[in-house]
């Protein structure tokens, strides 16, 4: 079976037993690109591997769902592709690690807005495969997630939003996680002044976070 998604990836010059694998998740109308500069600032042991989403809304443009803000409140988003994008990418991060023999390893996913409502969606429901989850930006999405309660596995995540977001209101991640954080997850979750993007604050504190755990 090959991979289904374009990526790019960074291989560190450590011995297979000290590797840890963290996969990118873009936002809306970017591409694998866009987060791989990361791998400048991601701790030196981790493999790094940047996946484009699979739907192309333009030129070097890609989405993991379609969205649609005219469509209304209840279906601003196509469900469909969104749940079709998390198999894809779960089978993909499965055929990746196969491939790098690193199948006894959790990983770690990092996202930015779109992005990172897949990321907590992907974490929520595959604990044993997912270990860390950085959702930057974005929020988690009760409608596109199978909530796996009764998971011996902790996941442990660090979430980051500008509270001057305009594309996404920081009410919606703030919403969020309320509704889960009782629950077998660790979280960090840190407001910055800004808006959708990543600053050099949230940046510092994303990657000190990823030192530490």
Not at 80 to 92: G, R
Request: charged letters at 25%.
């Amino acid at each position: 079976m090959s991979k289904k998604l374009r990526y790019k990836i960074y291989k560190p010059n450590q011995t297979k037993n000290d590797l840890n694998i963290i996969f990118l998740l873009h936002g809306y109308g970017s591409n694998e690109e866009d987060l791989f500069s990361l791998k400048d600032f991601i701790p030196p042991n981790y493999i790094v591997i940047s996946l484009r989403g699979p739907i192309s809304i333009g030129f070097s443009s890609y989405a993991w769902y379609s969205i649609n803000f005219e469509n209304g409140i209840d279906n601003w988003f196509d469900k469909d592709e969104a749940i079709k994008s998390k198999n894809i990418i779960i089978k993909d991060i499965l055929l990746h690690m196969e491939d790098l023999d690193l199948m006894n390893k959790r990983v770690s996913l990092l996202g930015f807005s779109q992005g990172a409502i897949l990321s907590w969606s992907l974490g929520i429901e595959y604990p044993h495969l997912i270990k860390k989850i950085l959702p930057l930006s974005g929020f988690y999405n009760s409608e596109i997630t199978n909530y796996n309660l009764n998971s011996n596995f902790k996941l442990e995540c660090f979430s980051s939003h500008g509270i001057h977001d305009s594309v996404i209101p920081i009410s919606w991640s703030r919403k969020g996680i309320e509704c889960i954080k009782n629950n077998n997850i660790g979280i960090t979750f840190k407001e910055y002044e800004s808006g959708h993007e990543i600053n050099n604050e949230n940046l510092k504190d994303l990657i000190d976070w990823l030192y530490r755990n």
